[in-house]
T-cell receptor, first 116, second 112 residues
Framework: EAGVTQFPSHSVIEKGQTVTLRCDPI?????LYWYRRVMGKEIKFLLH????????ESGMPNNRFLAERTGGTYSTLKVQPAELEDSGVYFC??????????????FGPGTRLTVT | DAKTTQPTSMDCAEGRAANLPCNHS???????VYWYRQIHSQGPQYIIH???NNETNEMASLIITEDRKSSTLILPHATLRDTAVYYC?????????????FGTGTRLTVIP
């Protein structure tokens, strides 16, 4: 079974440009999450999708970040315009909906974003 | 979610058991203890979780004290590939509140 995949693995852009990150969750996982680690900081939650709906976007830093999950499959995270402080590693995770309460999240390898 | 406290770093000799402690003195009765790890340049990886009973799987064992205020993750025979940052996270199981709160974790270095 394929795991969570993310594209690209690394992106280098200039300040003010736009970047779109993509995440493909594990097939059948309704829950999709975005996290990020900026330099020297802890991994922080950004938002959570249940299928195509945003369940929780309390971690989104500002309106330069836009996440979508059309059709409830893959998700994109767009940063427009990018700023220097957006540099970091962006992780995507997915999980099944579980009535037993086991919300194990499977993480992708991350996208390393460098804004220069 | 309750806050956890972990040592910043630990060393362990290869082949020996690695015991990683975690304090979660403010844990609530409905909060689970989860452990994840992040090996360098990879995404976090789920290891194990439990509520109040000790748990074991193919990766590790989780020992939770009777008062649930602390726990220990045990890697029975540490290998070099277990070198990683280990995160202890406490959280409830409820719809719509599944995001993970990562702290600083414990950086485990397995020494040959």
């Amino acid at each position: 079974e394929a795991g969570v995949t993310q594209f690209p693995s690394h992106s280098v852009i200039e300040k003010g440009q736009t970047v779109t990150l993509r995440c493909d969750p594990i097939s059948g996982h309704d829950n999709l999450y975005w996290y990020r680690r900026v330099m020297g900081k802890e991994i922080k939650f950004l938002l959570h999708f249940v299928k195509e709906s945003k369940q929780d976007e309390s971690g989104m830093p500002n309106n330069r970040f836009l996440a979508e999950r059309t059709g409830g499959t893959y998700s994109t995270l767009k940063v427009q315009p990018a700023e220097l402080e957006d540099s970091g590693v962006y992780f995507c995770a997915s999980s099944q909906e579980s009535r037993t309460g086991n919300y194990e999240q499977y993480f992708g390898p991350g996208t390393r974003l460098t804004v220069t | 979610d309750a806050k956890t406290t972990q040592p910043t770093s630990m060393d362990c000799a290869e082949g020996r058991a690695a015991n990683l402690p975690c304090n979660h003195s403010t844990i609530s009765g409905n909060e689970y203890v989860y452990w994840y790890r992040q090996i360098h340049s990879q995404g976090p990886q789920y290891i194990i979780h439990g509520l109040k009973n000790n748990e074991t799987n193919e990766m590790a064992s989780l020992i939770i004290t009777e008062d649930r205020k602390s726990s220990t993750l045990i890697l029975p025979h540490a290998t070099l590939r277990d070198t990683a940052v280990y995160y202890c996270i406490v959280r409830v199981h409820q719809t719509g509140a599944n995001n993970l709160f990562f702290g600083t974790g414990t950086r485990l270095t397995v020494i040959p």
